[in-house]
């Protein structure tokens, strides 16, 4: 349904896109020639540019909110903060201790991101200490 309703917006669009350019403008741009013995007067060709773009828009605004309204059909509220750690059975069996990264992360979102807590700095082999003064 969603295909089909796609194709006939994409068949709106390039036809108002031509409407458009066929029509005058304020300095003649590529509207059509005022020849004389054509079949409509000037002024009958752009009445009937103008409706037929009307027309045309109107569609263009009716299939785009159409296709709003089935693409909203197969979303569902999902909340990226909720709780979709391991289950009690499945923690970790050291209290505090993170989980491994293998299993899909702790129990929040900043947990999953983070790869679990911080690293403890080691005591003399990390990065240079300032001194302090006594």
Known sequence: MQTVVIVIHLMIVLTMIGFVLLQKSEGGGLGMG??????????????????????????FFVTSLVLSVLAGFDRKPRSIISNTGPTPA??????????????GGGGGLLDRLGGGAP??????????????SQ
């Open 90 to 103: 499945s923690a970790p069996a050291t209290p505090g201790a993170p989980p491994p990264l293998d299993q």
């Open 34 to 59: 005022g020849g004389g013995g054509g079949f409509l007067s000037s002024r009958g060709t752009a009445n009937v540019l103008t409706r037929t773009t009307a027309i045309l828009a109107l569609g």
């Open 119 to 132: 690293a403890a700095p080691a005591e003399g082999g990390g990065a240079p200490q300032v001194p302090r």
